[in-house]
């Protein structure tokens, strides 16, 4: 096993392509804690802030994956910006000991949630969200974020609500509902 890859990593997918099978271990959370260094710097001072950092499997290679925010939202030429400086940073600094894609993009409108921090504004969203560990018969829940403590959250599913300590999600993400177009209509009307 090299840098947490184990041999039979690759595995052959659909129409002949190679998928990437990735496994996180301390190695990996050590070489995503060295690019968040690299990266955050030259993020901010673009006006821009780190959402997150993650890496998954991809075509071939692992995929090194930055979200950018903002207050007044991200474009594409301050990701391509990022991409093109982070990519020098990382080949020159030998920061990923294997080959890798970089991508660099915004949150987007379902926004992953990768700190209990980033989830206060979101009061009153619905989240979807998968546990490490089973609650019950289930690790997913969908419901409406209600409150947002120091080491937990509290959701609103199916009219129970539910504490869910942070070190317990594996994965949290918005989940974005589109407006009701007979809604809208009543209010442009009053």
């Known amino acids: 096993m090299t840098s947490g890859i184990p041999p039979d990593a690759l595995r052959g997918g659909p129409r002949g392509s190679v998928h990437f099978f ?12 060295r ?5 955050e710097p030259y993020i901010e001072s673009l006006g821009l802030t780190l959402w997150g950092l993650e890496i998954t499997s991809g075509e071939a290679r692992p995929l090194v994956r930055l979200f950018l925010d903002s ?5 594409v030429e301050q990701c391509a910006s990022v991409s093109r400086q982070l990519s020098l940073a990382l ?3 030998e920061v990923i000991p294997w080959a890798y894609t970089l991508e660099v993009s915004s949150p987007g409108l379902e ?3 990768f700190k209990l ?19 019950g018969d289930r690790k997913r829940f969908k419901g409406t974020l209600t409150d947002v403590g120091s080491e937990d959250f509290e959701l609103e599913v199916e009219g129970k609500r539910l ?9 949290s993400r918005l989940v974005y509902v589109f407006p009701d177009p007979q809604a809208t209509k009543t209010q442009r009307k009053k």
């Open 111 to 113: 926004r992953r949630f």
């Open 22 to 33: 990735f496994i996180m271990t301390i190695d990996n959370e050590k070489t995503l804690a």
């Open 117 to 135: 921090s980033q989830l206060a504004p979101y009061v009153g969203q619905v989240l979807d969200i998968k546990l490490s560990v089973r609650r």
């Open 163 to 171: 504490r869910f300590p942070w070190d317990e999600v594996a994965k």
């Open 71 to 75: 207050p007044e939202g991200v474009d």
């Open 91 to 93: 080949d020159v600094g």
């Open 35 to 39: 690019v968040q260094k690299l990266a």
